[in-house]
């Protein structure tokens, strides 16, 4: 089977490891001068499926489940050490009415939790601890996925290509490809009309003062953020939800909401240095559930919404299940989800 997979984020190099591992010949276009430099680049990386359950469907549970186990086989150093979710003492009916939306935690007190985390000794009396999550560097992990689709499966990825704009099954019917994967994420808009941009702004601060080993989400009455370790005193912080296409453009309520819900969980972040501001708009759906839709020989992965990582490789799975044996996917295919 000769694969096209339209995209370089992590739709489309996850779609094109789980056709080639199928055996399929696959060629992977680019727009850009490098994978992974569209929204991806500004992800959390937190691989945290029962953190999730708290405000997503089910599914997302479901499809975090089996991408986990996908992303610890896959790429090298993916830390192993769960998902902390704390609250200030006002806000502790929120993180009680977190617990009661999902499961896999256990409760911690302040002493547990100085245990996990030492720099957050005598700060919090109450929290929940996910122990069987995990997490990554997204920008790292993605450059190892094509690295390893390069040289273990001989994948072709033709970087700046022409023609990434537009995916047609009508237009495209002197492509030789038997399949072509449309993993272009808002791009995509040309042919999934119900799509919309979500827009997530993000910092990296840098503090030699304060070690984290896991994510860390802080309950916040407007905008639940989370701490995530990038290694060598780098701390990911995001991120918001904004309902708009403004790509790159940062506000300063959203960067002073922020940085004051880190600095509630340390005041050492005060002190940190900024190191990188972001942002980017991430495609979805009206329910925020992601989709498979095939047209032809064309099949469609988007809709991750913020869930990429946590979503992508078991939806590229599925699409390759399609597109190999007609396995029909009603979870992520029918449009009313909440029937199946």
Same mark, same amino acid.
């Given at each position: 089977?000769?694969?096209?997979?339209?995209?370089?984020?992590?739709?489309?190099?996850?779609?094109?490891?789980?056709?080639?591992?199928?055996?399929?010949?696959?060629?992977?276009?680019?727009?850009?001068?490098?994978?992974?430099?569209?929204?991806?680049?500004?992800?959390?990386?937190?691989?945290?499926?029962?953190?999730?359950?708290?405000?997503?469907?089910?599914?997302?549970?479901?499809?975090?489940?089996?991408?986990?186990?996908?992303?610890?086989?896959?790429?090298?150093?993916?830390?192993?050490?769960?998902?902390?979710?704390?609250?200030?003492?006002?806000?502790?009916?929120?993180?009680?009415?977190?617990?009661? !939306?999902?499961?896999?935690? %256990?409760?911690?007190?302040?002493?547990?939790?100085?245990?996990?985390?030492?720099?957050?000794?005598? !700060?919090?009396?109450?929290?929940?601890?996910?122990?069987?999550?995990?997490?990554?560097?997204?920008?790292?992990?993605?450059?190892?996925?094509?690295?390893?689709?390069?040289?273990?499966?001989?994948?072709?990825?033709?970087?700046?290509?022409?023609?990434?704009?537009?995916?047609? &099954?009508?237009?495209?019917?002197?492509?030789? @490809?038997?399949?072509?994967?449309?993993?272009?994420?808002?791009?995509?808009?040309?042919?999934?009309?119900?799509?919309?941009?979500?827009?997530?702004?993000?910092?990296?601060?840098?503090?030699?003062?304060?070690?984290?080993?896991?994510?860390?989400?802080?309950?916040?009455?407007?905008?639940?953020?989370?701490?995530?370790?990038?290694?060598?005193?780098?701390?990911?912080?995001?991120?918001?939800?904004?309902?708009?296409?403004?790509?790159?453009?940062?506000?300063?309520?959203?960067?002073?909401?922020?940085?004051?819900?880190?600095? @509630?969980?340390?005041?050492?972040?005060?002190?940190?240095?900024?190191?990188?501001?972001?942002?980017?708009?991430?495609?979805?759906?009206? &329910?925020?559930?992601?989709?498979?839709?095939?047209?032809?020989?064309?099949?469609?992965?988007?809709?991750?919404?913020?869930?990429?990582?946590?979503?992508?490789?078991?939806? @590229?799975?599925?699409?390759?299940?399609?597109?190999?044996?007609?396995?029909?996917?009603?979870?992520?295919? &029918?449009? %009313?989800?909440?029937?199946?």
């Amino acid at each position: 089977m000769r694969v096209k997979v339209v995209g370089g984020g992590v739709a489309g190099l996850t779609c094109a490891h789980a056709f080639a591992r199928r055996g399929a010949q696959v060629t992977l276009i680019e727009r850009k001068s490098a994978t992974g430099q569209g929204c991806s680049w500004y992800a959390g990386g937190m691989l945290a499926p029962w953190c999730e359950r708290e405000s997503a469907e089910p599914i997302i549970a479901e499809l975090g489940l089996e991408s986990l186990a996908y992303w610890r086989e896959a790429v090298p150093d993916v830390p192993n050490e769960g998902s902390l979710v704390l609250a200030q003492p006002r806000d502790l009916p929120d993180l009680k009415r977190f617990s009661r !939306r999902t499961e896999g935690f %256990d409760w911690v007190d302040g002493a547990q939790i100085a245990a996990l985390e030492p720099d957050l000794e005598g !700060r919090f009396d109450q929290g929940l601890f996910f122990p069987t999550e995990a997490h990554l560097e997204p920008r790292k992990a993605l450059a190892a996925l094509t690295e390893r689709l390069v040289n273990e499966y001989n994948v072709t990825i033709r970087y700046e290509a022409d023609g990434f704009d537009v995916v047609d &099954d009508q237009a495209d019917e002197a492509d030789e @490809a038997d399949v072509i994967m449309d993993c272009r994420g808002l791009g995509a808009r040309d042919q999934l009309a119900d799509l919309r941009g979500v827009k997530g702004e993000m910092l990296v601060l840098y503090s030699t003062e304060i070690s984290l080993k896991r994510p860390v989400r802080m309950l916040h009455p407007r905008i639940p953020v989370y701490i995530v370790p990038r290694g060598d005193g780098h701390f990911m912080i995001g991120a918001t939800s904004i309902e708009n296409d403004e790509r790159g453009r940062v506000t300063g309520r959203s960067m002073l909401e922020l940085l004051g819900a880190v600095y @509630a969980l340390h005041p050492a972040f005060g002190e940190a240095e900024i190191v990188e501001i972001g942002a980017d708009v991430r495609p979805a759906f009206p &329910d925020n559930i992601p989709r498979l839709r095939r047209r032809g020989r064309t099949i469609y992965v988007n809709g991750l919404y913020r869930h990429g990582f946590l979503a992508a490789p078991a939806l @590229a799975r599925r699409a390759a299940d399609l597109a190999f044996d007609g396995t029909a996917c009603p979870e992520v295919m &029918d449009e %009313d989800h909440r029937e199946w």
